[in-house]
C-alpha cells in the first residue's frame, strides 16, 4: 500500500523559513520522480519543485527559484523542501507526489501517487 506523508507546514511571518517533509512507502522511492505542488483557495494546482531520482536533478517554478530548495534522502524514502524568504503568496496547501516516466516534472498530471497535504500560511 502505498503512503505518502507531509509534514512541516505552519504559520510564518513574511521573509521567515519552513522546511517541509514527505516520508514515502509502498513503493520504489528511488526509481520515481519525487515532486511538491500546492494549491491555494480559488486557485489551480501549480508545481512547485521536483527532484528526479537520478543525479537528483531539480526543477522549480520560476515564482520559488532561489527561495526553496529540494532535495531527497532515498535511504529514507524521503522528500524535503525549504522554502526560505517565504512570501504571503506562497500560503497554499502544499502536497507531495510521486511520478514515474514524468516528462514535464512540474505537471501534476503526471504524478501517480499523492500525500494529503500540508498547510502553509505566510501572513504579512
Known amino acids: 500500500q502505498v503512503q505518502i506523508v507531509e509534514s512541516g507546514g505552519g504559520s510564518v511571518q513574511a521573509g521567515g523559513a519552513l522546511r517541509l517533509s514527505c516520508v514515502a512507502s509502498g513503493y520504489s522511492f528511488d526509481t520515481a520522480y519525487m515532486g511538491w505542488f500546492r494549491q491555494a483557495p480559488g486557485k489551480e494546482r501549480e508545481g512547485v519543485a521536483s527532484?528526479?531520482?537520478?543525479?537528483?536533478?531539480?526543477y522549480y517554478a520560476d515564482s520559488v527559484q532561489g527561495r526553496f530548495t529540494i532535495s531527497r534522502d532515498n535511504a529514507k524514502n524521503t522528500v524535503y523542501l525549504q522554502m526560505n524568504s517565504l512570501k504571503p503568496e506562497d500560503t497554499a496547501m502544499y502536497y507531495c507526489?510521486?511520478?514515474?516516466?514524468?516528462?514535464?516534472?512540474?505537471?501534476?498530471?503526471?504524478?501517480?501517487?499523492w500525500g494529503q497535504g500540508t498547510q502553509v500560511t505566510v501572513s504579512s
Open positions: 527532484i528526479y531520482h537520478r543525479f537528483s536533478g531539480t
Open positions: 507526489a510521486a511520478g514515474f516516466n514524468v516528462r514535464l516534472p512540474l505537471n501534476g498530471g503526471e504524478y501517480m501517487y
